[in-house]
């Protein structure tokens, strides 16, 4: 199993940054990859970012150019930096991760509120 807690979230201005963090229980090496996604109110889960163990990533086309993710292995801790934010990026943002030993699995943080808005 992976615990998953995300912080970081928040009310920001439009213009603003926010750092996520995804801290795991366990050693992220373990992890084939692991994913930011958000979901607003009324609309699907969607993926906005995501990093493999390799270090690939891949993001959604709406945040390419404004987010970043990034790992720290020591730490078991993934990020999301997010720059010039605006309304539209308002959402419960998740982090989820895939286990190496079971690739068909996902687990699931509780997710952490961004709310950007003047």
């Known amino acids: 199993q992976v615990q998953l807690v995300e912080s970081g979230g928040g009310l920001v201005q439009p213009g603003g940054s926010l750092r996520l963090s995804c801290a795991a229980s366990?050693?992220?090496?373990?992890?084939?990859?692991m994913g930011w996604y958000r979901q607003a109110p009324g609309k699907d889960r969607d993926l906005v970012a995501r990093i493999t163990n390799r270090g690939s990533r891949n993001y959604a086309d709406s945040v390419k150019g404004r987010f970043t993710i990034s790992r720290d292995n020591a730490k078991n801790t993934v990020y999301l930096q997010m720059n010039s934010l605006n309304p539209e990026d308002t959402a419960v943002y998740y982090c989820n991760a895939q286990p190496i030993e079971d690739l068909t699995r996902l687990y699931w943080g509780k997710g952490t509120l961004v709310t950007v808005s003047s």
């Open positions: 366990r050693s992220i090496f373990s992890i084939n990859a």
